[in-house]
């Protein structure tokens, strides 16, 4: 299994600087990939921006978005931003979609709610097919398509249009269940071989208390459910190494560890755990 990191850019206090600098450092090792969230209400950064910010710092390390808001970008314009960032980090973009969770990044965006799982459909098939006549460009061929969700619509767009399945977080007993549903859409769809997997997890190894407290805010739109995302947060070396090996023998392919801290020790810490 291969382990990725994420770009901190939702937690609070980045900044440009930080993030080209915790790019540098990632693509150094030993981490396979380098990831960042999507929120529209949010003091945070857009995700194609800053992934287009890391290629040109970069040069081995895979860019992702786990996930990507599909539906509050017109289709044309995600297909555009996603081909864009493909072709500065020389291919090596993972496109992560999915359908969000927040009602406000909707009401933001003015944004109808209600048929955002139809709207991605079209724009995963706009995506693999060739609508525009390759009119948006750059090329897109290449590009890793996954897709994330809970629901039965969700495994089933993702075994129809992408290359795997993103799963949202939770102990590595959560990612083998969705893992079983993933694999069996694949099956059911006739696909040949299985999904690529993702999975993600928090960490803070340093200033914890604040990490904690940009989970409670970040998830705070969940209600109560926000303090078992906060519980779930990994603090010790030791804990990592233990869900870095649940998630492995759950058959994860991929699995992407997000700070909740901004602060570049975090990467220099997890490093050293997962050495």
């Known amino acids: 299994m291969k382990v990725g990191i994420g770009l901190p850019t939702t937690t609070p206090g980045a900044d440009g600087a930080l ?39 970069t040069a081995r390390v895979r860019l992702a978005t786990m996930i990507a808001i599909g539906p509050l970008r017109a289709t044309a314009l995600l297909v555009k931003q996603a ?12 496109l992560g979609l999915a359908v969000g969770a927040r009602v406000e990044d909707y009401d933001a965006a ?22 525009d006549g390759d009119r948006i460009g750059p090329a897109r061929e290449g590009i ?3 897709v994330g969700g809970a629901s039965g619509q ?19 007993r959560a990612f083998a269940g969705a893992a079983a549903r ?12 299985r999904p690529l997997l993702w999975g993600q997890g928090y960490f ?24 078992r995302i906060v519980a779930a947060n990994l603090t010790s070396a030791r804990a990592i190494k233990d869900f870095v090996r649940g998630y492995e023998e ?26």
């Open 144 to 146: 890793e398509v996954l």
């Open 154 to 172: 969700a495994f089933s767009r993702m075994a129809r249009y992408a290359d795997g399945y993103a799963h949202g977080g939770g102990p590595p």
């Open 204 to 227: 803070a190894l340093g200033d914890v208390k604040r990490g904690n407290a940009y989970l409670r805010d970040y998830y705070a739109f969940t209600g109560p459910f926000a303090e």
């Open 19 to 57: 993030l080209l600098e915790w790019a540098r450092r990632a693509d150094t090792g030993p981490f396979s990939s380098l990831a960042v969230l999507d929120r529209l209400v949010y003091d945070s950064f857009e995700p194609f921006a800053a992934l287009a910010a890391a290629a040109a710092v």
């Open 182 to 193: 993933a694999n069996a859409a694949w099956t059911d769809l006739g696909r040949p071989g």
């Open 250 to 275: 759950a058959g994860c392919d991929e699995l992407v560890l997000f700070p909740t801290v901004g602060d570049v020790s975090e990467l220099d810490r997890l490093a050293e755990a997962v050495a």
């Open 83 to 94: 081909a864009s960032v493909h072709a500065l980090s020389g291919k090596r973009l993972t």
């Open 110 to 131: 003015g944004i109808e709610h209600r048929g955002r799982g139809r709207r991605l459909s079209e724009q995963l098939a706009y995506l693999r097919g060739g609508f």
